[in-house]
């Protein structure tokens, strides 16, 4: 694991989310490429190019069912994140920043992103550095992401930040005189798409979308057994993570305190009941899970217990060795639900 007692550790709830989805891509990733080389690294770049191509072609749906014209304005506009506030907060206003947006013309720089600083420090480099992770998202998850609205789009990304250079440059084209009739199917409205204005819950949303596919990848390409072993590591460097937290803070790591103040429940949409949070015990009923829920509309309810056991049983084995983490009553149907309890040793 790494030592985070000299790295910055995310503490609002949107940043701490755009944490989780960065964070397990890395993981997966890593140990993937780590345990089957090439077709490890093959595997996880299929499942970037999946997750790509569902939001390419759900924006579509969505802007076809309001009748818009197919174009690179409308299709921006069908926004399914708010960005992480560093993307803003951190610009450096000396740096020259283009942003034209045009119905078949769209060209974009980015010159910081915390996604590659997040990434920089997984992967032990400095912001600036390549980055062998980080990078292999990069390349695959534009061209799908953006290409997908519609196959007369050129997609054309000359600099990433995670490959060393000084800034991302995009550089989209779709010209009326490529276009072709293209049906992406009816829109169906899903049930954890309902962020509205709040920033975290759409990065959070955004998070369950990237674990189920690269969950569902890992399990269906090399096991159950593999993928536990990497939630499981996953769950430790948030455990970890925290534990540092705590330790900034003079907080003692106890069962109330991670329950309460730990990165379990960033989503405010989650409806749960505190039943009880003492240093010894904690435990809480979940009435909504978001990622239950989107799980289950992928038909991917396999993997809810799969991440609820073995992701928190990680944290709490590096927040504090001996504690246990029970899932118990846990249903995708509906709003999804559990019971989590945490209890010390």
Known sequence: MIDWSQQYIETR?????????????????????????QAGENCIRQAVRNFGHERGIRR??????????????????????LSDPRFAAQADPTKPKVNISEPEHNFMTCNNCPNADMWAVLEGKKPGDYLNIGSIYCEEVHHHLYGDYDPAIQMNLTDILTKGDKCCNFRLHMRKANMKPFSAGPYVPQSWEDFGDCVESSIYGMFCLH?????????????????????????????????????????????????????????????KEILCATAQKACVEVHRSVLC??????????????????????????????????????????????RLTLEMA
Not at 16 to 25: C, D, E, K, T
Not at 293 to 319: E, K, R, S
Request: net charge negative.
């Open 60 to 81: 579509r749906q969505r802007s076809d069912a309001l009748g818009l014209e197919p174009n690179l304005v409308n299709m921006f506009a069908m926004k399914d994140i």
């Open 13 to 37: 709830p949107a940043e701490r989310a755009q944490f989780l989805w960065v964070s397990v891509f890395y993981y997966m990733t890593s140990q993937l490429i780590d345990d089957y080389g």
């Open 293 to 338: 829920q989107l799980l289950h509309d992928h038909q991917a309810d396999y993997l809810a217990p799969l991440y609820f056991q073995h992701v928190t049983q990680g944290i709490c084995d590096a927040y504090a060795p001996g504690m246990r983490a029970t899932v118990e009553n846990l249903t995708t149907e509906g709003k999804g639900g559990y």
């Open 211 to 271: 674990f189920y596919h690269y969950a569902n990848a890992v399990y269906e390409a090399y096991g159950e057994g593999e993928l536990r072993k990497i939630l499981h590591a996953w769950g430790m460097e948030r455990g970890a993570r925290l534990k540092e937290l705590n330790r900034r803070a003079g907080k003692e790591n106890t069962a109330d305190v991670l329950l309460l103040e730990g990165d379990l429940f960033l989503d405010p949409r989650e409806d």
